[in-house]
């Protein structure tokens, strides 16, 4: 069996506060992952067993690679459909801020959401929840956001009434965030989450496949001229970076997603604790984003608050840099070079 990770109290105020609300949103972080949008659909599906009809908002594009899951055609982008969102949340009874600690990982979306006057509940797994809410439900050493979500529809005793479209985005989070079970998964009680999931017929087979047998013959060479002529590695320091400029995107005919799992890839190199990715945003001028992974104890979140404007977890960050790709590689030789003792270690 599964602990509570909910007080009697809270569960009670989260049964009131669902009940009590006619109109419900649910939202993740921008650039959206296999948690976050996992999250979102079996939490909503959770909601409608419930009775409710909640409205689902992404700020923006996610990767091709996860919308093949049911219901992702109920999902609103902001980036899309701005006046419509912001309506909703100013309407709004309650907001579920899902895989998110803050609303400025909401991005564009941020101000809309800060201002809505719903009801707020974070669902998250990330540390230093920085949010105003009715009720937070934060617990950093949990594997994902979806096991927060299973966790919180068992002990609210609607685990039975769901069905494969509760199970499916559920174990997809859970193993996108764990590099399929990989990495942030040593908790014996995910492996009870999962006999459980699959007693809801899903194929845990195909959804792999799905997620990451599912990509381009572009992307697949993007992989392999970033690693041949990209891939900076840092031997002194064990530790590797690389850049993924604007053009290379474009040659490559880059989608969101492309560059999903891509940052792990350099960790394969023997001794390696440290790997850094810079892609340069398509869109925006003079945006960098940063995506760091790290094994052991290797503290990639403090490195992203430090150096990126960023934050995360211990052994998965990400940030930003606002200025160019050079700008960006010198912020890493920096950073690389003040945590030379860690990494040497």
Request: with cysteine; glycine share 6%.
């Amino acid at each position: 069996m599964l602990k509570d990770i909910m007080t009697e109290g809270e569960c009670s105020l989260l049964h009131s506060l669902i009940d009590g609300a006619e109109t419900i949103v649910l939202c993740c972080h921008h650039n959206a992952d296999g948690d976050a949008i996992g999250s979102m659909l079996g939490w909503a599906e959770a909601l409608r067993q419930m009775g409710k009809s909640p409205v689902l908002v992404v700020p923006d594009q996610y990767p091709d690679y996860l919308q093949w899951m049911p219901n992702t055609e109920k999902i609103v982008r902001y980036d899309k459909r701005r006046d419509y969102v912001d309506m909703v949340l100013k309407i709004a009874d309650l907001v579920f801020m899902l895989d998110l600690n803050t609303p400025q990982r909401t991005d564009l979306m941020a101000d809309a959401l800060t201002a809505s006057p719903a009801k707020k509940v974070l669902i998250d797994h990330h540390p230093g929840p920085d949010v105003e809410t009715a009720l937070c439900i934060s617990h950093p050493e949990m594997s994902s956001t979806c096991e927060l979500v299973f966790r919180i529809v068992w002990q609210m005793g609607l685990f039975e009434q769901l069905g494969r479209h509760f199970a499916v985005p559920v174990y997809c989070g859970m193993m996108t965030d764990t590099g399929g079970f990989t990495f942030n998964s040593s908790n014996p009680e995910i492996y009870f989450i999962i006999s459980q999931l699959l007693t809801k017929r899903i194929n845990k087979d195909k959804i792999y496949r799905n997620v990451f047998h599912n990509y381009s013959v572009n992307r697949l060479r993007m992989v392999g001229y970033v690693l041949y002529k990209r891939l900076v590695v840092d031997e002194k320091r064990h530790a590797a970076y690389y850049t993924l400029s604007r053009d290379d995107q474009r040659n490559f005919n880059f989608i969101k997603g492309d560059a999903e799992g891509l940052v792990n890839m350099p960790l394969q190199i023997k001794g390696l604790k440290l790997s850094i990715s810079l892609r340069e945003d398509t869109e925006r001028d003079q945006t960098i984003w940063v995506s760091l992974r790290s094994v052991d104890d290797f503290p990639c979140n403090e490195m992203a608050a430090r150096f990126f404007n960023g934050g995360g977890h211990l052994n998965a960050s990400g940030g930003r840099v606002t200025g160019s790709l050079d700008d960006a590689v010198k912020t890493v030789e920096a950073a690389l070079l003040a945590y030379e003792d860690k990494l040497k270690k």
